[in-house]
Structure formats: C-alpha cells, structure tokens
C-alpha cells in the first residue's frame, strides 16, 4: 500500500542554519504531495504542496521538489528562525480512485537563537 | 470565513462509555475526513466522505467505531465502549470540490479515557 517514510526527529539548529527535512514516499500512480506544519499549540496547516513529477512547491522561505525518480519531496530552508519551530509532516494525496490521504510520522524541529 | 470547527475540544470520559465528536466542516467543502493522531505520532487516517458517495471506512480501527455526514456537512465519529488506547487528538479536515486536494484541519478534540 501507500506510504510516507520521514526522516526522525527531533531536528535541533541554530537560527540562520539550513535545513532539510527528507521524506520518501511509496505510492501507485501519481499522487500529489504535500507539507503540512503544526505549530505548537495549532491546528494543522498546509505549508506546501507539488502535484506532478519536477513541481517545485515553496511557501514562507520553504521549498520542496516532486522527485519522482527518487520518490522523494525533501523540504528545505536556506536560513531558519525560531518561529519556525513546529512538528512537519509530509503527505501524499492519490488523484484518482478517491482521495485518501497518508501521512509520515512528523518530524519535529527545535530552532536556537 | 470560518474555518473547520470541532466539538468538544476537549472529553475526558470513563472505559467502556460511548462518545460523540463533532465537525463542521468548511461551507461548501465537499470532503471530509477524519484522522487519529495519538501521542507524539504521525496523523493515522480513519474514515473519508466526498459527497454522496459511499465513504472509505477503511481506517477504522475497529467495529467500535463509526462516523456519519448528515446533508453532506456536519459530521460525528462515535467511538462505542471506549477503551483507554482510545485516548488521543481526533482531527477533522475538509477539502474544496475534486481537485484542490489539500485539506483544511480543525484544532481537534482531545480524547482521554480513564
């Protein structure tokens, strides 16, 4: 079946510090993919999303790029601030034959001053 | 506009009770869907309703659980003889018409069973 396999975490940088947050997926056909971000103390919320193979989604300085060779959708920051400081999760949607969503496990990231 | 909301959002109740928790879903979404999210893991899916169409319950754990969309709107999960691996944040979400993809949560409602 479907699946999302994110990296494990907790991911703790100093501000200012790149980040990449990697997340594989295995599904039939071609799914959309998404990033979702829940903040501490929030609701989830979509931070970005592709929909087919070499998409680049971006958002708030994060960006994201539907590899389809490599099934992955690696989200990345060149300079992170402690605001951004939340649990991630990335998600694939299938397009077709109903719309069920999975999600990896989360990866939370702690940001330093 | 308004966004999703959840009722209650918070329900402490003892083994064994029955429990029902509510969503109202973003007007005019025509999906809704219904996830798990227990202590420090990932969102695990439960039940997806898109219109008229018959939902996919392929998520629920167990027979204890259920969940209904009245008039293709509000929606209650209701978890029968509640066991205490019943405990966690039940989340709902909606989606705009086929297409759009992404979904819109609301803040939850925190399950513990004691």
């Known amino acids: 079946g479907d699946s999302v396999t994110q990296m494990e975490g907790p991911v703790t940088l100093s501000e200012e510090a790149f980040l990449t947050i990697n997340c594989t997926y295995t599904?039939?056909?071609?799914?959309?993919l998404f990033w979702y971000v829940q903040y501490p103390g929030e609701g989830l919320q979509l931070l970005l999303k592709?929909?087919?193979?070499?998409d680049k989604g971006s958002n708030k300085g994060f960006e994201a790029t539907y590899r389809k060779e490599t099934t992955s959708f690696h989200l990345e920051k060149g300079s992170v601030q402690v605001s951004d400081s939340a649990v991630y999760f990335c998600?694939?949607?299938?397009?077709?034959?109903?719309?069920?969503?999975?999600f990896g496990a989360g990866t939370r990231l702690f940001v330093k001053a | 506009g308004a966004g999703v909301s959840q009722s209650p959002s918070n329900k402490v109740t003892e083994k064994g009770k029955d429990v029902e928790l509510r969503c109202d879903p973003i007007s005019g979404h025509t999906a809704l869907y219904w996830y798990r999210q227990s202590l420090g893991q990932g969102l695990e899916f439960l039940i997806y309703?898109?219109?008229?169409?018959?939902?996919?319950k392929s998520g629920l754990p167990s027979d204890r659980f259920s969940a209904e969309r009245t008039g293709g709107s509000v929606s209650t999960l209701t978890i029968q003889r509640t066991q205490q691996e019943d405990s966690a944040v039940y989340l709902c979400?909606?989606?705009?018409?086929?297409?759009?993809?992404?979904?819109?949560f609301g803040p939850g409602t925190r399950l513990t069973v004691t």
């Open positions: 599904a039939t056909g071609y799914p959309s």
């Open positions: 979400a909606s989606s705009p018409p086929p297409g759009a993809l992404e979904q819109y």
């Open positions: 998600a694939l949607t299938r397009n077709t034959g109903g719309f069920k969503t999975i």
């Open positions: 309703f898109q219109g008229n169409s018959a939902p996919d």
């Open positions: 592709a929909t087919k193979a070499d």
